[in-house]
């Protein structure tokens, strides 16, 4: 036998099918991301690469468990993605100055060379997102996100 539901049931089925924040945030990040990927794609890097090299860069040298307090990810997912960069050769790996356990990154040469062809790239997207979003969109984007 069915069971129908009654219009209380309906309501909160409705309800669970409204926006999700998250899964909007989540789409507008892909797409954001996109207009970097594509640009930065001819140096071999995407966003999430150029703005890891941009904090190796900052804080060299660097132990991964820094790199990945800055970044606010966890010190798997951080080395991870730093063993990809030393693969290219963008990164240098050493052992930490103050212990020989950790291990400290730093630009390559060739690391630094790629984040110099870079910077124009980036600051062409930037400017690309500003131009669509426009001053206000843009004022309230920042002021959304600085936020949380």
């Avoid at 945030?25 to 001819?42: I, N």
């Avoid at 960069?85 to 930490?96: I, K, N, P, S």
């Avoid at 950790?102 to 500003?130: F, K, M, T, Y």
Wanted: glycine share 6%.
């Amino acid at each position: 036998m069915a069971k129908w539901l009654d219009r209380s049931d309906f309501r909160v089925y409705t309800h669970s099918m409204t926006i999700c924040y998250s899964t909007m945030l989540r789409q507008a990040t892909r797409k954001v991301s996109s207009v970097y990927d594509e640009a930065l794609a001819s140096l071999g890097i995407n966003i999430a690469q150029y703005s890891l090299l941009r904090a190796i860069e900052r804080l060299q040298p660097v132990s991964i468990t820094e790199l990945g307090r800055d970044a606010g990810l966890d010190r798997s997912t951080i080395g991870r993605n730093v063993r990809v960069l030393e693969r290219a050769g963008l990164v240098d790996m050493t052992r930490g100055a103050d212990d020989h356990r950790e291990a400290a990154a730093s630009l390559s040469d060739q690391g630094a060379h790629v984040l110099g062809e870079a910077r124009p790239l980036w600051a062409n997207c930037q400017q690309e997102i500003e131009s669509r979003l426009g001053p206000i969109k843009l004022t309230a984007l920042q002021e959304i996100l600085r936020s949380f």
